[in-house]
């Protein structure tokens, strides 16, 4: 069920501040945006769930339908940009959480959302320019973790496995990124957060039919799928729904379904498709 289909005109810049961002560093894709918000937290409210994980699903499952786009984040400078009209896997997962933290602190408006936004999108909570984004998932796993927003359950999974990585995609291939291509200094900004010969869990894709793993996983679970591709840790996010048989199955917003959807095939067999995914990482919303 798509709830939230509603026409845009250009937004001006917001009046109010989020975390650390000023006014004139906030953007919005329309001027329904945060009318679109207050109604998905008035929704939240009224559900009266109080489970971490029951909110990311109801979430979820309120954004289905919402189209997919990429790169909405990008442009002339680092904005505080929200966007709940088209959302890309990662910008899928960033307002499930947002949603879902407002939504626990008993907190209903956007001003909170954008809060929550920034708190989980920039390392340490704060933006600044385009290096403060965190732009890989293990960074981004690791810093949300430390800060007690995220909890990585892959360690503790069944059959939990490690590997080690050069995590440095960005800076061996600048010219694949509009704030790259013709900024040496930003370049080198990036490369200071990259990470080497790092060491992170997950786990094989051979092993997500398994009854011990199935039984650990949750509806609301965050997940990652991870890659062999070279210097990238994943290549794709999304969140798990178990259905009445146990098995999980992949809610994301899909580039080639081009919106958000629950895809067809249970995880196990979505993997199977692309042999590049690996396996994956799972990470839960602290209470």
Known sequence: MFVLLVACAPKQPAQQVAQAATTAQMRFHCDSDTTMINQLLAKGYESNITDANALVEFYARQLLGTPYVAHTLEGDEEMLTINIHELDCLTFIETLYALTRATLEHRYSWRDFAANIENVRYRGGKMGDYSSRIHYMSEWIIDNNMRGNLKEITPDLPHADYMIKNIDYMTKHPDQYRQLKNDSVMVEKIRRYELRNHRYP??????????????????????????????????????????????????????????????????????????????????????
């Open 202 to 287: 997950y786990l094989k894709r051979s092993w997500l039919n398994d009854k011990g793993v199935k039984a650990a996983l949750r509806s609301g679970d965050f997940v990652s799928l991870v890659t062999k591709m070279e210097g990238l840790d994943v290549s794709h996010n999304g969140i798990i729904i178990v259905d009445e048989k146990g098995d999980p199955y992949l809610l994301d917003a899909s580039m080639s379904g081009g919106k958000v959807m629950l895809e067809a095939k249970p995880l196990f067999k979505y993997l199977e498709r692309s042999k590049s995914n690996i396996g994956i990482r799972v990470y839960r919303m602290m209470q």
